[in-house]
């Protein structure tokens, strides 16, 4: 299911969790759990992996990661702050886990101009400082999309846990 370079890329974030002493907590929308299944796919992930959010609606982002519903109504399911506010929830719901999110479109195509398929925003933390940014894969069919976020979500959380 998942190619060599996101195991490598997740077992990374495993170890890098080990050396800190650290558990990870995923919130993800686009992706649909793969983040948690690439962690999970891992033999030993069960000594750092605390749990993952599936929250595909918006309902299910402010029902269980605490995001404010006027935010998603004022900037939209696909956005930076919406990001931020899903691993705010994971960080308040879970304090000394790291964590990490992903909210997009995957598409294949959209229906708006400003939100086009390939724009996925996360968000890491693994101390205090959150880390959000922005990705724009382009309309390169839904699967591309949903591997290119879990592989580069990996990527943020691994840098979050340097030491």
Known sequence: ???????????????????????????????????????????????VVDCGYVTYSCSSKT?????????????????????????????HRHPDRAGVAITGVAGPGSDSRAKPAGLVFMAAVADADIVVTEHRYGDIGRHAVRMASVRDALMLIAGCLRP
């Open 63 to 91: 029902a269980l990661l605490g995001v404010p519903a006027p935010l998603i109504r004022t900037h939209g399911a696909v956005s930076r702050e919406v990001a931020r506010a899903m691993v705010e929830g994971i960080r």
């Open 1 to 47: 299911m998942f190619d060599a370079a996101i195991l490598d890329a997740a077992g990374r974030v495993l170890d890098a969790c080990r050396q800190r002493g650290m558990m990870v907590v995923t919130a993800e929308s686009c992706t649909g759990g793969l983040l948690a299944g690439s962690l999970t796919a891992v033999a030993g992930s069960s000594d």
